[in-house]
DNA sequence: TAGTCGTGGCA
DNA sequence: TTGCCAAGACT
């Protein structure tokens, strides 16, 4: 059975080109989901909505999108803002340096452009957290640069379109992408066209596709070939590691200890309550008592089992298993006086001690603030503490107009 | 170039 | 329950 042809003896008439565009653009004109980034196209919406949508789907990225605009209305706002802040508004997203590029491009473009967004391609470009995609993505919808924007939904569209028959994320295959992509842009009306592909991307030509409701059937080789499934060619599967892990609370008076782990790495620069892996032949209540010697110099004893929280990842799935920690006997301070400092800290760059309401300021992993909400959630909606957090769930209706 | 970096939804 | 993956960038 010999391969399908190259894409590029596929090449439809122009013509055809011109009929693809304007179905396309026609489509998106009656089918576009409302959203907030699309009212007024500020490049400072643009940008922050690309952003927080890398790798996370529209309706979790709308409550966000909201938030944030509430909080941080413009960017001189957003680069007088502390980390904390932004990490806070961030919590639950993911991906935390996007967050940290965010506040350090905002700052770099109220010191080296005044405060406005550039709008050439290679000075967005040179911001922090800015890649290719998003680099296009803002200089297309915002600036309406003649310029394609390639992410998964489009590499998606148009390897079925075409029938690009290898990895989609490597060459040829995505030479071959990036060549249709930037053929396919009309002239002036890239903006629309962009979203339009990625909008169709996820709508229409999802993992199922939804071929009797695409405006591009007709155009489409790998339907044609009845092989839309097999398209677009998947890469290497990464393999999923299980990792299991412990985590204590150690309380003091109505004190709770927490820890700010390095700038570099996976949660970068969020507080946890300290723990870590559960090594071979050893019990998790062991191991948080463990790990609170190695990474903070206490010696505290268990004093309640707080249950497992079970926590997915791209490379590992966590099964967490959480403690109420006091400080063993000897050592234990008066509960009434302040908590003593840790002795040392290995695996954080700060430490507090922090009542409940306390933790709700600060910005945590996933896990951690499952955690913290399961054990401090009452008197959680009584007035106090019920505003500044990030939206914990998105649920926002996001129906067509 | 191949890992790393989160999270929640979905089949 | 498990695997897959969504508007990528950085190292």
Same mark, same amino acid.
């Given at each position: 059975m010999p391969e399908q042809a190259a894409a590029s003896t596929h090449l439809p008439p122009q013509n055809h080109l011109g009929d693809l565009q304007n179905a396309l653009l026609d489509w998106f004109a009656a089918n576009q989901r409302r959203l907030p980034w699309r009212v007024n196209y500020t490049p400072y919406e643009v940008w922050i909505s690309e952003v927080m949508l890398q790798q996370t789907q529209m309706e979790r990225g709308v409550s966000y999108f909201n938030r944030w605009m509430q909080r941080f209305p413009d960017i001189a706002t957003l680069a007088a803002a502390s980390e904390e802040d932004v990490l806070r508004q961030w919590e639950g997203l993911g991906y935390y340096s996007r967050a940290r590029h965010i506040l350090t491009a905002a700052r770099k473009i109220m010191a080296e452009h005044g405060g406005v967004f550039p709008s050439e391609l290679e000075a967005i470009r040179g911001l922090p957290g800015v890649g290719p995609y998003t680099a296009g993505a803002v200089a297309s919808i915002a600036f309406g640069e003649k310029l394609p924007c390639v992410d998964a939904n489009v590499e998606r569209v148009i390897a079925r379109i075409f029938d690009v028959d290898s990895p989609v994320k490597q060459n040829p295959a995505a030479g071959i992408i990036h060549r249709w992509a930037l053929r396919l842009v009309p002239d002036g009306r890239s903006r629309e066209h962009n979203q339009a592909m990625m909008e169709l991307g996820a709508l229409v030509c999802g993992k199922k596709p939804r071929c009797a409701e695409c405006p591009l059937a007709r155009f489409c080789i790998s339907l044609h070939l009845g092989i839309t499934d097999q398209?677009? @060619?998947?890469?290497k599967r990464a393999t999923i590691t299980p990792v299991n892990a412990v985590t204590g609370v150690l309380r003091c008076g109505n004190r709770i200890f927490v820890q700010k782990r390095p700038?570099?790495?996976?949660?970068? /620069?969020l507080w946890e309550f300290p723990g870590g892996r559960v090594e071979p032949d050893e019990s998790p209540e062991q191991a948080t008592v463990r790990e609170f010697m190695e990474e903070t110099g206490f010696a505290v004893r268990v004093a309640a089992q707080h249950g497992i929280i079970r926590h997915g990842y791209t490379t590992y799935r966590l099964t967490l298993h959480c403690f109420g920690l006091e400080f $063993? &006997?000897?050592? %234990?301070? $008066? &509960?009434?006086i302040t908590p003593p400092q840790p002795p040392l800290l290995s695996a954080a760059t700060e430490a507090r001690w922090v009542t409940p309401q306390d933790l709700d300021a600060l910005a945590m992993p996933a896990a951690h603030r499952k955690l913290a909400d399961k054990l401090f %959630?009452?008197?959680? $909606? &009584?007035? @106090?503490? %019920? /505003?500044?957090?990030?939206?914990?769930q998105a649920n926002l209706p996001l129906k067509k107009p």
């Open positions: 398209r677009p @060619v998947p890469g700038p570099a790495g996976v949660w970068g /620069n $063993d &006997s000897a050592d %234990a301070p $008066d &509960s009434q %959630a009452i008197g959680k $909606d &009584s007035a @106090v503490a %019920a /505003n500044t957090a990030a939206p914990r």
